[in-house]
């Protein structure tokens, strides 16, 4: 199973970004998905999260500004973010948790990571 992010790139304070990131492999289902983000010299913490049935979950510096989704169909996760300002940013990670099979209980798999960069 592979995690292929995509998205990230330079914008400017104020602007908005879509990150999406597509599984590929044996899937039989997938569990959460979710974003995370990392800083030089900063531990990687959540950004975002959705469950398999639609539940999210948000960081508190996120809320009101990133909308996570999810496509079943393909695998997809999104990250919408919106009003970015320069604290976001970061590499951003996606994360799954992968069921190779009915009789397998998931897998946690991570992306390559994609770099936004918000300017001032």
């Known amino acids: 199973v592979q995690l292929q992010a995509s998205g990230g790139g330079l914008v400017q304070a104020g602007g908005s970004r879509r990150l999406s990131c597509v599984a590929s492999?044996?899937?039989?289902?997938?569990?959460?998905m979710g974003w995370y983000r990392q800083t030089p010299g900063k531990q990687r913490e959540l950004v975002a999260a959705?469950?398999?049935?639609?539940?999210?979950t948000y960081a508190d510096y996120v809320k009101g500004r990133f909308t996570i989704s999810r496509d079943n169909a393909k695998n997809t996760v999104y990250l919408q973010m919106n009003s970015l300002k320069p604290e976001d940013t970061a590499i951003y990670y996606c994360?799954?948790?992968?069921?190779?099979?009915?009789?397998?209980?998931?897998?946690?798999?991570w992306g390559q990571g994609t770099l936004v960069t918000v300017s001032s």
């Open positions: 994360n799954a948790e992968v069921r190779r099979s009915v009789y397998h209980r998931g897998t946690e798999y």
């Open positions: 492999g044996t899937i039989y289902s997938i569990n959460t």
């Open positions: 959705i469950t398999s049935g639609g539940r999210k």
